[in-house]
């Protein structure tokens, strides 16, 4: 879904740019000018776009591998618990008559 999101406004900036382009009639060296501009913005959004992207993952991926170390503990010590308790002999049982 983001992916998509992101080629409809690079899209946008396409059109829009090809639009202004023909809309605003200049000379050659200002419009070389405008299409480097517009250029390096598109440039720069998906740069943007793709270090927020990139903390995010790695944030995400932290979390995850955080957790997963916690659980395995967390497994571990149950097992412990259990094979300490099968080794304990259990309590006779008391009769009441």
Not at 38 to 65: H, Q
């Amino acid at each position: 879904m983001k992916g998509s999101n992101i080629l409809a406004f690079l899209g946008g900036i396409l059109v829009g740019g090809i639009t202004a382009l023909l809309l605003a009639p200049n000379s050659g060296e200002e419009t070389r000018s405008q299409i480097k501009d517009m250029a390096d913005e598109g440039i720069n959004t998906v740069r943007r776009k793709y270090n927020s992207a990139s903390e995010s993952l790695r944030r995400d991926t932290t979390i995850i591998r955080d957790a997963a170390r916690g659980a395995v503990e967390d497994v571990k010590k149950r097992i412990e618990e259990a094979k300490h308790n099968i080794a304990e002999p259990a309590p006779a049982p008391t009769q009441n008559e």
